[in-house]
């Protein structure tokens, strides 16, 4: 294989892929170069050239029909050994849940790793090294698809159902001198316009640093500071609004607080505290002239608000 492999997942996964892909490759040569040789070999030499009667060989035929059906029985049963291990977590995986929004991913940790708190992260999933963990998803709008290909992983995130994945996470040879590895999250199912953005990062880290990382989650999700607000910024918000004037699906934030913004009804609003907290947690209520609300409401905690607030105060 030719991507990084960091799951249990992909040391199942890859093994059958790669004798899948040579008995192909071996297969094409062998027919392929047969082919090449017999037209050359027996072309027609003049007119006088007749093809004398050929019977029917029932060994070759035997042949030719057995091994591939072999070999489809092989690919099968190899196809559902695997599958069955993918569908059946361990009893003692880590349960994380997972929530994807047009166009953001949201990871809630269970409680027993956030000291009796559920502590989330916004894009970045942390990862504990040779931990079964199981995700367990749900959309909050349409149907994402979960693909991290280092772990072999993907999944449809849909509205009205939860579906998992479940995998073990390593950390890759590439990157194992790092002591942590660090894997692309794409959204593999078409989902509106910034699809192509909807990009995370997994990240794997042995226990003491996911341990460490938990722990800066926690002290994290208290603070209000212009910092933290960047932080949601960059994960939540970055994909549909610019900080520079440029208009994406949603406004730029230039020189947004205390604006007054033109709304679709024609009617003006300063952009205060009030009109901040109401677009983040209701943004269908005031939508500025010339855009489609598209935005979900978004699952923050008022520390998190104020912490954005207190951001947006800065984007001069
Ligand atoms: Cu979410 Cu594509």
């Known amino acids: 294989m030719y991507i990084e492999a960091a799951s249990n997942i992909a040391q199942i996964v890859d093994p059958i892929m790669n004798l899948i892909n040579w008995i192909s490759i071996i297969s094409i040569v062998l027919i392929m170069g047969t082919a090449i040789y017999f037209a050359i070999r027996y072309r027609r030499r003049g007119p006088n050239d007749i093809t004398s009667r050929t019977e029917g060989s029932l060994l070759f035929e035997t042949i030719w029909t057995a091994v591939p059906t072999l070999l489809c029985v092989m690919f099968f049963l190899l196809g559902l050994s695997s599958f069955r291990q993918m569908r059946e977590a361990p009893e003692n995986s880590m349960e994380i849940r997972v929530s994807s929004a047009q166009w953001a991913w949201e990871f809630q940790y269970p409680e027993s790793v956030g000291g009796g708190k559920v502590l989330k992260s916004y894009n970045t999933l942390y990862l504990e090294e040779n931990q079964p963990t199981k995700l367990i998803m749900k959309s909050q709008d349409v149907i994402h698809s979960f693909f991290v290909p280092a772990f072999r992983v993907k999944e449809d995130i849909v509205a009205n159902i939860f579906t998992y994945v479940w995998f073990t996470p390593l950390i890759s040879e590439e990157q194992a001198a790092t002591g942590r590895g660090e894997y692309n999250i794409f959204c593999a199912e078409y989902c509106g316009r910034n699809h192509s953005a909807m990009i995370g990062k997994a990240v794997v880290l042995k226990p003491a640093a996911f341990k460490k990382q938990m722990d800066e989650l926690d002290a994290e999700s208290g603070v209000v500071d212009a910092a933290s607000g960047k932080k949601i910024f960059d994960s939540n918000c970055k994909s549909c609004h610019t900080l520079t004037g440029i208009k994406l699906v949603g406004p730029s934030f230039k020189g947004l607080w205390s604006a007054t913004r033109t709304l679709e009804d024609g009617t003006t609003v300063t952009a205060d505290e009030n009109y901040i907290r109401d677009?983040?947690?209701?943004?269908?209520?005031?939508?500025?002239?010339?855009f489609v609300n598209l935005m979900p409401p978004q699952a923050l905690s008022e520390e998190q608000i104020?912490?954005?607030?207190?951001?947006?105060?800065t984007v001069k």
Do not use: R, T, W, Y
Not at 279 to 290: F, I, T
Not at 306 to 313: P, R, W
């Open 279 to 290: 677009s983040l947690l209701n943004p269908g209520k005031q939508v500025v002239k010339g």
């Open 306 to 313: 104020l912490s954005i607030i207190e951001f947006l105060k």
